[in-house]
């Protein structure tokens, strides 16, 4: 398939974990406008998605493992096989690493890890028992590569997430199964708003070669590339979608 016709996401299932706000928030809209079926799952429900008829709302916690098989179950009993992923949930802390506690680390890694890396194997395992190939897309981070003070836990649940993706890529690219990740640089969400409703914003603002923080918008074409068959031939790769911002070091 070659074309502006590779790029599109028309007709295919696609979830999104995480989906009620932030980045995945987005990532659902841009989805639905163009045409998927777009599969929420979250712990809470987003307004937004209950008037849209080809958003389906699942209410399910990745890390309860049944939480993850009854999401997947709903979403291909009412839509088909899921053949296109987003592993999106995720939390943060902002905390120092002399005063990181492991209960914090542990909840850290058993959301941002865990549960991407398992709804990826329940989304892996369906594919390929249905005979067909897909594509995963997990969200990673600048700060996997360059962590700033305060982010030793997020930062180095990132840098596995960035592992794990070019692992599965490279076990499941025989099932045409692909694996890739985005990582955002600094979008003002629900997630970081502890620092950014504070000085930081402006300091980033600043430090970013394109003076400005990432809109919900930005991710777009990533999203987008990832998703549909204009990808096809990609795999084990990390976009990075930060205006340049991890350049300065």
């Given amino acids: 398939m070659t074309g502006a016709s590779s790029l599109s996401v028309a007709g295919k299932t696609i979830a999104v974990t995480g989906g009620s706000s932030g980045l995945g928030l ?13 599969v929420s799952i979250s712990r809470t429900s987003a307004p937004d998605h209950e008037h849209s008829p080809n958003i389906l709302n699942i209410l399910a916690d990745v890390t309860v493992a049944a939480d993850i098989g009854r999401a997947f179950d709903e979403a291909e009993e009412r839509l088909g096989t ?3 992923v987003f592993n999106n949930a995720g939390v943060a802390t ?21 549960g991407a890396f398992f709804v990826a ?19 990673s981070s600048i700060l996997a590569d360059a962590p700033v003070k305060g982010s030793a836990g997020y930062a180095m649940s990132k840098a596995a997430i960035s592992q794990m993706t070019r692992s599965l890529a490279l076990e499941w690219a025989s099932h045409a199964i692909r694996v890739n990740a985005i990582a955002p640089g600094w979008f003002p969400t629900r997630i970081n708003e502890s620092i950014m409703n504070g000085p930081a914003q402006g300091f980033l603002k600043g430090k970013n070669p394109m003076r400005r923080l990432g809109d919900p918008e930005d991710i777009d074409g990533a999203v987008l590339l990832l998703a549909s068959d ?3 031939y990609i795999t084990g790769t990390v976009i990075t979608v930060d205006g340049g911002h991890s350049l300065q070091g």
């Fill in 26 to 38: 987005r990532m659902v809209q841009v989805l639905a406008a163009h045409g998927a079926h777009v």
């Fill in 82 to 84: 899921v053949t296109v």
């Fill in 94 to 114: 902002m905390e120092r690493a002399l005063t990181t506690t492991r209960e914090q680390l542990r909840h850290i890694f058993e959301v941002n890890v865990e």
């Fill in 121 to 139: 194997q329940e989304a892996a395992k369906r594919m390929i028992a249905a005979g067909v190939g897909g594509s995963i897309i997990n969200s």
């Fill in 230 to 232: 204009a990808s096809s």
